[in-house]
């Protein structure tokens, strides 16, 4: 035991196991963010002063104010509510050819790759992009934003359905097939069954989802709460915006609580 | 087993007859519902205007085309406003919800009946309230520009990436933690050698998702002044310089399409 003494310190183990990825990541981080900060031009003084008013800002925020604008907030939470339950339904409806489309295993070439370019280019663009094209078709009004959710659905729907129908379990498939069930048998009872509970689980989601984004179509027209949202800012009546947000976030809330009581029940 | 008698014969059925009512019954609300809904919308619906909707969009798209391929040199520096505003929010959002993700946590939290509810409301309110409801509040605070974006996002980033984080936490694997504090650590060292290495893949994870989300919001928050392709995006659209909101839409599709492609790459390295 006459060796050169051997260095028995543990080390953690690093994140990135290739010294030269982990290093080229450190350096290539630090770059991005002196290039970043270096081009971002910050007008100190003006966040300076936002400061001050920043508080005043919070400050009119409290108490909101739920009564005066009562009749408008109703409204508008209403209105963006419907919007809410109908472009869920037609958009889970319309995404459920286009996912099957775009699950490899069930069709053609042609049709998947269409099926595809679907959800891609729906993914693509916010909601807000698409409701401003809509505003510009249809005019103002619920039904340009109730179409821009749908197709936002669509893309989101299809994108997560056609994964689970790639991802299930090709045995029980193959058995329901193996009884001569025609191709619509075969769907309803050996693909429909593995896919159900978690879709309805992203349903629910993506009533959730419609839900929030139903408060900035209205920025552009689109219709909704969004729309009540930005008068109030515009008017500086910040009492009457904190309602609208606290509203928005309670329902949000509320439907995160059903949604996880019903999947519980599906399952 | 749900069997219906006929006559002689026994018929297999999928369900049994008072599960069958009641999912019937469940359709039969939901399409109420529906019916009901759309005709509160098509109450305030304007049809002559959608009737119409398909010459206008003939008319839009010829206006739209050739895009004006020119315009693209005045993006560069826009785009690059976009990448900033979606890296460094994500990223401020990351600094802030590991510390409320913790305290989330059942397991890690330092309360539950004090400081539980007070994370799990940051995180609810922050992903109940739109990156771009956001911006709008913040750039009547700090006026407008890249940084009420970066805000903005970040803002909207902290509940999303801390719910995700703090389920991580959750479920975490304890016997790990067990061994780590048999061997005599400190609740910092669990911290660091027992809980935070299980949740390291998770973290990775969250950041490159919730990236690849956030470019695609940073391109709409220059509609309310918030610096970004928005901005241009904006002042095309209020100018009817409808060439060069074809290019900026081309911008946006082969933007996101890049990053997702990173995010792909990405993801694909850790797991």
């Known amino acids: 035991m006459n060796g050169a003494p051997v260095d028995r310190h543990w080390r953690r183990p690093p994140f990135i196991a290739n010294p030269l990825l982990r290093w080229s990541l450190f350096v290539g981080a630090g770059v991005y963010l002196a290039l970043a900060f270096g081009t971002i031009d910050v007008d100190w003084p003006r966040i300076a002063d936002g400061v001050p008013r920043g508080q005043r800002f919070i400050a009119s925020f409290f108490p909101p104010d739920f009564t005066s604008r009562a009749g408008e907030i109703f409204e508008g939470i209403y209105e963006s509510l419907w919007m809410t339950v109908t472009s869920t339904v037609v958009g889970i409806a319309l995404s459920i050819p286009v996912g099957l489309g775009a699950a490899r295993n069930l069709s053609p070439r042609v049709v998947y790759l269409a099926c595809r370019a679907i959800v891609a280019v729906s993914r693509t663009f916010p909601e807000v992009i698409l409701a401003i094209f809509f505003v510009k078709l249809f005019g103002f009004g619920p039904f340009a934003g109730f179409l821009a959710l749908s197709l936002a659905t669509v893309g989101f729907y299809g994108k997560l359905l056609a994964e689970d129908i790639e991802d299930m379990d090709p045995v029980q498939a193959e058995a329901v097939r193996a009884t001569g069930a025609s191709w619509w048998q075969w769907l309803v009872y050996a693909v429909l069954p593995q896919v159900l509970p978690r879709m309805i689980g992203l349903g629910l989601y993506r009533f959730d989802i419609n839900f929030r984004e139903s408060a900035v179509v209205g920025i552009v027209g689109g219709g909704g709460i969004g729309a009540t949202l930005l008068t109030a800012f515009d008017r500086y009546e910040f009492d009457s915006a904190a309602a609208i947000l606290l509203i928005i976030i309670g329902i949000v809330m509320a439907v995160e609580y059903t949604s996880g009581f019903v999947r519980k029940w599906v399952q | ?271």
């Open chain 2, 1 to 271: 087993m749900a069997v219906r008698q006929q006559g002689e014969l026994k018929v297999w059925q999928r369900r049994e007859r008072g599960k069958q009512f009641a999912i019937w019954g469940a359709w039969l609300a939901g399409v109420a519902v529906f019916a009901y809904c759309w005709r509160l919308i098509s109450e305030k619906t304007i049809w002559m205007f959608v009737t119409d909707a398909p010459r206008q969009a003939v008319d839009l798209a010829e206006r739209m085309v050739p895009p004006k391929w020119e315009y693209m040199a005045k993006l560069w520096l826009p785009l690059w406003d976009t990448l900033n505003i979606a890296t460094l929010g994500t990223v401020m959002a990351l600094i802030i919800a590991v510390p409320v993700a913790f305290c989330a946590a059942r397991n890690t939290t330092p309360s539950v009946i004090f400081v539980r509810p007070v994370a799990l409301f940051i995180i609810v309110s922050s992903r109940s309230i739109n990156s771009l409801v956001w911006a709008l509040m913040l750039v009547t605070i700090i006026g407008p520009g890249v940084v009420a974006g970066i805000l903005a996002i970040g803002f909207r980033s902290i509940g999303f990436c801390a719910k995700l984080l703090y389920e991580a936490i959750e479920e975490i694997d304890e016997k790990q933690v067990e061994a780590v504090t048999a061997t005599g650590a400190a609740g910092g060292q669990v911290l660091a050698f027992g809980i935070v290495p299980q949740i390291m893949p998770a973290f990775a994870g969250i950041s490159i998702f919730r990236w690849d989300i956030n470019i695609r919001e940073s391109t709409v928050l220059g509609l309310v002044g918030a610096g970004g392709i928005g901005l241009q995006l904006d002042a095309s659209i209020s100018t009817l310089a409808w060439t060069q909101v074809s290019v900026i839409l081309l911008a946006i599709l082969a933007t996101v399409i890049v990053s997702e492609w990173v995010s792909a790459k990405v993801r694909h390295a850790i797991i």
